[in-house]
């Protein structure tokens, strides 16, 4: 699909043009475009090319039952509604409006747009990389994200460690995902340490990297100007459940709540926030499902103590001046 979405925004000097991977009604690409005020996007080729080429792919749809088996973890996982049925058939293609245009505030939306937008070249560079190469290079993508804090790698794991730590505290009546995540760790530590240290030096990574930046550029100035805080962002991602049962507790979670910063963040902690919520759908592009990403959070985080030679609760502890509200 790289050709056809390339085509789509060039012809048409599409200003946004982001991918992610969707889950209800069946496995699919879901490609929102936006035009300039004064356009119109004319969709009429690319869904007649989109719905041939899925159509021609090989493989067989799941059986329906196995299908709600999984679409009803994956809503689980990520705290969604809706319901999964119809199971569209191979090759189902059709055009809407953006969904989220009508759920997300102004502010929030303009901003994954202007965010999103630039990760659609890296994106569509990704998606051609051999299966072996593609957590390796995720891993460093990721990485990139934590590296661009302001306060370095030590502090922008910290929100790496917080999301890995709050399903692992919500599953924790059920699951020991820290233990089956610290056993894959121990093969894959390389991999991670290489990607917080490694220099920059490859061209795909580049791209990444001014992605990021741009996107740093863009959270930040609208935070700063008061456009997005904490409270937008919460109504955003709207009210958490526990569908496994009450949490249990963690340490690192107490320690992120006594330093204040949930409810009132800096602009900057903000901004990192926002930053972070627009790469982890995008990393659904290569089949990271909630759980690999959990994973990598958890292998970058762990990179991240032994680099430092503090614990992440130490780290937070110690940055807890600059971390504070300003």
């Given amino acids: 699909m790289s050709s056809p979405i390339r085509r789509l925004k060039s012809t048409q000097q599409l200003p946004v043009v982001q991918l992610r991977r969707g889950w209800l009604h069946g496995s699919h690409l879901r490609v929102v475009v936006r035009a300039y005020p004064d356009r119109t996007a004319h969709l009429e080729e690319f869904l007649e090319t989109a719905g041939r080429i899925a ?11 196995d299908y709600l088996r999984r679409a009803g973890q994956l809503a689980r996982w990520e ?48 998606a051609e990389l ?32 917080s999301h890995v730590e709050g399903v692992c505290s919500a599953t924790g009546n059920h699951a020991d995902l820290g233990s089956v995540f610290a056993q894959r760790f121990a093969q894959d530590e390389e991999v991670f340490l290489d990607a917080l240290t490694a220099p920059v030096d490859d061209p795909l990574l580049h791209s990444w990297q001014s992605a990021i930046g741009r996107g740093w550029g863009v959270a930040e100035g609208m935070c700063a100007a008061g456009l997005l805080d904490e409270r937008a962002l919460q109504s955003a991602v709207g009210p958490m459940e526990y569908p496994m049962g009450p949490p249990v507790r963690s340490e690192f979670i107490a320690a992120y709540l006594t330093n204040r910063q949930v409810a009132e963040q800096n602009y900057r902690q903000t901004a990192y926030r926002v930053l972070l919520n627009t790469v982890y759908p995008t990393l659904t592009c290569f089949g990271i499902t909630p759980l690999r990403r959990y994973y990598l959070c958890f292998g970058l985080s762990e990179a991240a103590d032994r680099l430092t030679g503090l614990s992440s609760v130490e780290r937070m502890r110690a940055r807890a001046g600059e971390l504070a509200p300003r």
């Fill in 79 to 126: 705290n969604q509604k809706g319901d999964p049925l119809p199971l569209h058939p191979q090759g189902h293609v059709t055009a809407g409006p953006d969904e989220d245009a009508e759920q997300l505030a102004p502010d929030v939306l303009r901003a994954r747009d202007l965010i999103t937008a630039g990760y659609l070249e890296p994106v569509l560079d990704t």
């Fill in 55 to 65: 159509a021609e792919r090989p493989g067989e749809p799941p059986a329906v039952e």
């Fill in 130 to 161: 051999p299966d072996a190469e593609l957590l390796p290079t995720l891993a460093r993508v990721m990485a990139l994200v934590a590296r661009s804090h302001p306060l370095g790698y030590g502090v922008g794991t910290l929100a790496f460690r």
